[in-house]
């Protein structure tokens, strides 16, 4: 199913269909402020080892990453964060950024892993900070599988729907995505260290 929504004012109606897809651990594709995104409600195992089956990775050892609408849920997901790195979030987000937190217990019960760490997205799109918002929990997230010889198809979600439709259960159509991935931001010990360079311009005080 691909369904049209703005990202201007996103619908209603249609946030409320893609947030009951989810909550019944549905698998959808839907746009960021880079690529667009592959996940699942974070609380839907059986739809998580399904992402982990079309992107051919594992959650527990690979950069998948959280979704969320806001900074107001990291508590229950990451470890105590230092005043420094929470400002710098701040700064930044909603923007082009995954930053990299060592995660609470919560996390490794959610995937039945030893998983330490957690990325956390708040992207600065209004649909999918949206659709979280209203499914009253985070998305896992990961972008889709790379076609190496059209590169720039996977921006389209005309071509993804055509492509990946009888993978998922919904493709959002948000416009025409990035072709850039986020800026990584490792924030474990305590001090940003950029490990993958995307579209986010990081910038620290000195």
Not at 53 to 73: G, H, P, R, T, W
Not at 160 to 170: F, S, V
């Amino acid at each position: 199913m691909l369904i049209k929504i703005y990202p201007q004012n996103p619908q209603p109606r249609a946030i409320e269909q893609v947030v009951n897809i989810l909550d019944r651990g549905g698998i959808v594709v839907y746009p960021t402020d880079t690529l667009y995104g592959l996940g699942c409600a974070i609380d839907r195992l059986q739809a998580a080892e399904a992402v982990e089956a079309i992107k051919e990775e594992d959650v527990a050892k690979n950069l998948f990453s959280f979704i969320c609408a806001d900074l107001s849920q990291l508590s229950l997901y990451c470890k105590p964060i230092p005043n420094a790195i929470f400002k710098l979030m701040k700064h930044h987000l909603p923007g082009p950024f995954t930053f990299i937190l060592e995660a609470s217990n919560q996390v490794p019960k959610l995937f039945k892993s030893k998983k330490k760490t957690v990325g956390i997205r708040v992207p600065d799109n209004n649909i999918i900070r949206e659709i979280v918002k209203e499914l009253g929990r985070p998305i896992l997230n990961t972008s889709l599988p790379q076609n190496e010889e059209y590169p720039e198809y996977i921006c389209d979600p005309e071509w993804i729907h055509e492509h990946y439709g009888h993978l998922i259960d919904l493709v959002v159509d948000g416009g025409t995505g990035s072709m850039e991935p986020s800026t990584v931001v490792d924030c474990t010990s305590g001090v940003p260290i950029i490990i993958r360079q995307g579209l986010g311009k990081l910038m620290i005080d000195d």
